[in-house]
C-alpha cells in the first residue's frame, strides 16, 4: 500500500511525516510529495495544512495541476483522503481568512472565524480539549468519546450539511473538529501532535 503525504510548501510537516512513519513502519510505503503521478498512483492521500486558508489554497495553486489531481484521486476515483487542520478547512466552498478565498469544494460550507464572544475566549484555540463523537466514522475506531486531541486555530468549518459532521469540541460554541462524507476525512485537530490516541486515529485511515 502507498500512502502519500501531499508536500505543497504550507508549512512544516514534519510531524506528520514522521507519525505517520511510526504508524506504517515497515508495513506500508509513506511518500512524501507533489508529484502528481505519484499522487495519482497512490491508495491514500493526506493534505495536511499549515498557515491560513488564503496561504494554503494560493501554494496548491503554485504547483500546476495539483487541484485537478487531488479532485480526480478524491471526487472521481473516491480514494480515502484525509485533511488536517486546514487540509480540511479547504474542502470547503470558501474560506474568509485573510480575503474571500475558493477553496475546493468538496464539502459545501465555508470558514469562518470562531466567536470569541467579545474576547472570552483566546484566538487562537490552542491546546488539549476533548471531542464530542457524534457519529462513528471509520477513523474513530476503537476511540472512546470524549478523547482528547490537540488543537491549534482561529476559523472553523461550518459545512451546510450537518450529516457529515463526525465529532465536535466546546469551544465558544460546538466546533466541527471532524467530518466524513464517503471516502473524505478531515480534522480540525493534530493526529499528529495528539499523542497515542492520535497514532491510533492516523493507524485507522491507514488502515480504510
Known amino acids: 500500500m502507498k500512502v502519500t503525504i501531499v508536500d505543497y510548501n504550507s ?4 510531524s506528520v511525516i514522521n507519525s505517520f512513519k511510526e504508524v506504517a513502519k515497515d508495513n506500508v510505503n509513506i511518500e512524501i510529495t507533489a508529484d502528481l503521478n505519484k499522487i495519482k498512483s497512490s491508495d491514500k492521500v493526506v493534505l495536511p495544512g499549515q498557515g491560513s486558508f488564503k496561504s494554503c489554497v494560493d501554494a496548491l495553486k503554485k504547483i500546476n495541476g495539483l487541484i485537478e489531481t487531488l479532485n480526480e484521486f478524491a471526487i472521481n476515483d473516491k480514494k480515502p483522503l484525509l485533511g488536517i487542520c486546514v487540509g480540511l478547512q479547504m474542502f470547503a466552498d470558501i474560506g474568509y481568512e485573510e480575503t474571500e478565498t475558493k477553496g475546493l469544494g468538496w464539502i459545501s460550507g465555508k470558514v469562518s472565524k470562531i466567536d470569541n464572544q467579545n474576547g472570552k475566549y ?3 484555540h490552542i491546546g488539549w480539549n476533548q471531542i ?3 457519529k462513528q466514522s471509520k477513523i474513530f475506531e476503537n476511540i472512546e468519546n470524549n478523547a482528547h486531541m490537540y488543537f491549534v486555530h482561529s476559523y472553523e468549518f461550518l459545512p451546510d450539511d450537518k450529516n457529515v459532521i463526525s465529532a465536535t469540541t466546546d ?5 466541527v473538529c471532524s467530518v466524513e462524507k464517503e471516502n473524505i476525512f478531515g480534522t480540525q ?20
Open 171 to 175: 469551544y465558544s460554541s460546538n466546533i
Open 189 to 208: 485537530f493534530h493526529p499528529e501532535k495528539s499523542d497515542k490516541i492520535g497514532l491510533k486515529i492516523i493507524n485507522n485511515f491507514i488502515n480504510i
Open 122 to 124: 483566546k484566538l487562537p
Open 132 to 134: 464530542n463523537i457524534i
Open 11 to 14: 508549512g512544516n510537516i514534519s
